[in-house]
């Protein structure tokens, strides 16, 4: 697709659940950024990879976290063990890397009950 | 690292006044800067960027930001709001790679909500 597609929209989950949350860049887009939204709490950023690089993970709150970008391409955040903090709106962005730009995706709105 | 503060939690205007959202950045060097807006129900979408150059940038719907460096300090500017304007605005400050390169981290502010009253 022309845009960032990102899924599932929606996700309720039980506490102590895995989830995976998928994220489709745009094609050629080298960058791809995770980023976390709660309510009043702004943008979150989570992780960044770019191109083959080591992925920037400075952002992931605990190890209950991961993320990994197959093949220069789609990317997968895995939160192990859901807590009900986790509830938000997991927002997937990516950018050509030289003109800066973020596409963002629609986001995956994660519930845990 | 770098950081953003947008001190304006909330602020509502009335339509056809101007409008300025105020953000400051915390950066060792000369940041990337960026504008963005979320509409209700929808995605995030880029209202301009300041990369280097004129300081005073224009971009979409008729929305303007100006770097400050000794204040640092990227304001977003209108001069008449509409009402379609009533969204999120979030500002954001990217590093510069050491060989001048393209942004890496994208940090964002946590937004200012505007309303925009009839």
């Known amino acids: 697709g022309a845009g960032v597609s990102q899924s599932p929209s929606n996700k309720v989950t039980e506490k102590g659940k895995d989830v995976e949350l998928r994220c489709d860049p745009i094609?050629?887009?080298?960058?791809l950024y995770w980023y976390r939204q709660s309510l009043g709490q702004g943008l979150e950023f989570l992780i960044y990879?770019?191109?083959?690089?080591?992925?920037?993970k400075s952002g992931l709150p605990s190890d209950r976290f991961s993320a990994e970008r197959t093949g220069g391409s789609v990317s997968t955040l895995t939160i192990q063990r859901t807590q009900q903090e986790d509830s938000a709106v997991y927002l997937c962005?990516?950018?050509?890397?030289?003109?800066?730009?973020?596409?963002f995706g629609e986001g995956s709105r994660l519930t845990v009950l | 690292a770098q950081s953003v503060t947008q001190p304006d939690i909330h602020i509502t205007v009335s339509e056809g006044a101007s409008l300025e959202l105020r953000c400051n950045y915390s950066y060792g060097a000369t940041p990337y800067l960026f504008w963005y807006v979320q509409s209700p129900g929808q995605g995030l979408q880029l209202l301009l960027k300041?990369?280097?150059?004129?300081?005073l940038v224009q971009g979409i719907k008729g929305f303007e930001a100006e770097f400050k460096r000794s204040q640092s300090s990227f304001n977003l500017r209108k001069p008449s709001v509409h009402w379609s304007d009533a969204a999120e605005y979030f500002c954001?400050?990217?590093?510069?790679?050491?060989?001048?390169?393209?942004?890496?981290?994208?940090?964002f502010g946590t937004g200012t909500l505007l309303a925009v009253q009839p």
């Open positions: 990879f770019q191109g083959n690089s080591a992925p920037d």
């Open positions: 094609s050629g887009h080298t960058a």
């Open positions: 962005a990516s950018s050509l890397g030289i003109a800066g730009e973020l596409f």
């Open positions: 954001a400050v990217g590093a510069r790679l050491n060989y001048g390169g393209a942004t890496n981290k994208l940090i």
């Open positions: 300041y990369f280097s150059g004129d300081t």
